[in-house]
């Protein structure tokens, strides 16, 4: 491939300023069609002022003349280039001289010609040249670099591993080296001179060069030709594993269409390596000051942008007057979601609670996220003002709204403790708004608190019983205590339900309503069920081992529980003759969409381990959710069954339960029952289950024992 071929096809490229002009036939007027960036930067020009315009345009008229003859004796005299200084002319209108080398290079498919000039501004050599005979010598030295570097860029070309490749005005594959074939094909040989544009693209694309292409072929194509048809140059970055190139596609004036890669991967690694550098500094100096005092995930304040923003406040009413109030904001059933539907979840609710909150709060009011799933806002008010209360019942309702995450509600309430000034010091305000969340929390979740000081002395009282509970679990003062379930048809014992109870070394034997709210607070109900569970099988396991049958035995399970990666396999190690029940709350049956709880339920089930509802008719369980979840016992919240003897209406609620049990095949059992009028009552609507103080109240073990003697009752297994 002969280098006038390349030179024809495509700019040279060197750090100097560089033009490439056309002349169609010898009676036309040549034209500049390409110039680079250090040629505009040169002459001071805009590159679309400089395009079509003649190249001795850029010369000062003075030598204009002597430049175009020599340039006609170098052609007449079939050179094909020649270098001479001139004077040359910037579009500003200043003069400075430069060194001209010129190449003419004729069109082998007409009467037209190409000539690239490359020119260097050798105006300060020229100048000295006339003071001294160094100056002659640096000029000849001058020349002599730019003979070399004219010299190197040839051979550059000539040797060249980088792609470049031309076509001709009606799309025929015209001149390509040999890393253009290689980076489109296996095979050289599939290239061929006069192939259509398109057939090289699909060679391309047959032999694996174009990934995008596959599947697409045509399509691809088309997209490439289009882009390659439009005309206009174009130049890009391209990075090719670890080296980086500078495309350059352009048309000539005569169709002829040219691609070049060229490598500048040292030209621009120091460059692009500083400009990463800075831009590193950047980002993290950015990110260094949004972390200061921003939560990454909300993008609310965090606790250190709250507490600049309290100081404000502060300042401000030292100043100004007026008060400062404390909203402490905690989602309930918050660790729930994270457990049951994963972290991604809860963290979709945080910021579904970031911005619920920025759109309720006026711009004066300060949010920020101090915790996990905790928000503090700051409100500046009047005196004796109601609009702390008035807020935070109005973000209560709010944030009880469930939010959809990937097609699944996510269920949760907001609890708020407010503390405020004169009441409360400034200094003590966030303090003190936690005391009073801690009450509404207490109270029921989903409550707002205020804060008054007896608050105080009843959270100490409540993490003394918090540090006693985990000292019980410790010592094993949990225990069961058994109450009777009857069927009142055969007057028969047919299983027990084991209660929690804590046999307290100093207060005696207390009630769940003692212990397990703070329990449930310090996230140990879980640890209760288990320990309730292991005592009441090992002891009914050994107590009754002399008998033909053990009694059956149902477990009331806290979510907590449900979502216990070791549930199965703490079950599993327990082996028990009778049959054993789940009792879970139906909030947690039929509204937690957990798929952990419900692989749970499979798994009990397939374990022999019976499902009941505990408390139905409390919460909003649905005809069609017990068909679909199919638990083994419906227990009628006691609350339906005490009216049932004075109430027509709690009579037919009650009837419908026990029809809805008897269609679907689902046990039902009554509790609560405490009077003989009710017992007679549930036997005519037939429920085939009664527990209740009429039978017995719950007994520990040893009273069981005396309670099944004193009866002489029969157990069935």
Known sequence: MLIEEVISNFPVLTADAVAMSYRPNIDAEPELVWVNDSFCSMFRADRLDLLGRHPGSVYHKRFAADFDQIEADAEAAGKESFSTDTLCLREDGSQFWANVLLFLIADETGTGRHAVVQIRDIDDLKNREQNAELALIEHEHLLAEIEAAQTRLISAIETTTDPFVIFDARDRLVIWNPAYASSMTDDPNRLTKGMKHADVLRVGAEDGRFPEAVGREDDWIAERLEDWKNGRASEFLLSTQDREYKVIRTRAPNGDRVMLQVDISDFLGQQRELKRYAERLEQANQEISHQALHDELTGLGNRRYLNMKLSEM??????????????????????????????????????????????????????ARTGGDEFVVLVPCKANSDEPEILAERLVEALSKPVMFEGRLCRFGTSIGIARTPLIDEEELLTSSDVALYKAKMSGRSRVAIFDHLDLAHLRANKRLGDDILRGLEHGEFVAAYQPQINPFSNEIVGFEALARWKHPR??????????????????????????????????????????AVPNLSFNVSQARLVDPDLISDLDQFEYPGTISLELIETIFFEDESETI????????????????????????????????????????????????????????????????????????????????????LQNLGCDRLQGFHYAKPMLLAEVLRFLSRRGLSQSA
């Open 507 to 548: 207060r005696g034997l207390l009630l769940p309503s003692d212990f397990l709210q703070i329990a449930a607070e310090i996230q140990v109900d879980g640890q209760i069920d288990a320990a309730i569970f292991r005592g009441a099988v090992n002891e009914c396991r050994t107590a009754f081992a002399t008998d033909d």
């Open 314 to 367: 502060i300042g401000m009413r030292q100043k100004f007057g007026g008060e400062i109030a404390a909203l402490h904001l905690d989602l309930d059933r918050f660790k729930q979601i994270n457990d049951t539907m994963g972290h991604a979840a809860g963290d979709h609710v945080l910021c579904s609670v970031a911005d619920a909150l920025r759109v309720r709060l006026r711009s004066k009011d300060v949010v």
């Open 598 to 681: 419900h692989q749970n339920f499979r798994k009990l089930r397939d374990m022999g381990i019976k499902l009941e509802v505990d408390d139905f008719g409390s919460g909003r369980a649905s005809i069609v959710a017990l068909r679909r979840l199919a638990p083994d016992r419906l227990k009628i919240d006691r609350r339906l069954i005490q009216p049932i003897t004075d109430s027509t209406t709690s009579l037919q609620l009650v009837r419908s339960i026990v029809d809805i049990g008897r269609t679907l095949d689902i046990g039902v059992t009554a509790e609560g029952v405490e009077t003989p009028q009710q017992v007679h009552a």
